[in-house]
């Protein structure tokens, strides 16, 4: 299961959780809390290959769109297709029914060069 303790993240505010060679990943509980109230998440299509720091996703609310990055190269291979329905999922539990899609990485040495939580937390200060 990822937590916040033990995924890792980017500086542009996306976490990942890698188990084997997949990568969960979302907005960090900061992100949300900047982007205010989702009403919409344009989620990438499974089968795109994204390169780390690539747009491939947006996600909407009631005072902006947010570009959100893929932390780790590879292939799209599942959406979190609940935030279609409901996308406060992502206000509501970041790091829980809130993640955006899941990574088939195609090199995880990049996920080692992501920020560990405290690292990160001291970039957002």
Not at 1 to 15: F, G, I, L, P, R
Not at 102 to 117: F, G, H, N, Q, R
Request: charged share 20%; aromatic share 6%; hydrophobic share 40%.
């Amino acid at each position: 299961m990822h937590t916040a303790e033990n995924s890792k993240y980017s500086k542009t505010h996306e976490w990942a959780h890698l188990e084997g060679d997949i990568a969960t990943v979302g907005i960090s509980e900061h992100a949300q809390q900047e982007i205010g109230d989702v009403v919409f998440v344009d989620l990438p299509k499974v089968g795109t290959q994204v390169t780390a720091g690539q747009n491939c996703c947006v996600i909407e609310s009631v005072k902006s769109a947010s570009e959100i990055y893929a932390p780790l190269s590879g292939e799209i291979v599942e959406v979190n297709d609940a935030l279609t329905t409901d996308p406060s999922l992502v206000n509501l539990h970041a790091h829980g029914e809130g993640w955006l899609f899941k990574i088939k990485a195609s090199a995880p040495a990049e996920y080692d060069a992501l920020l560990d939580l405290k690292a990160y937390q001291d970039t957002i200060k």
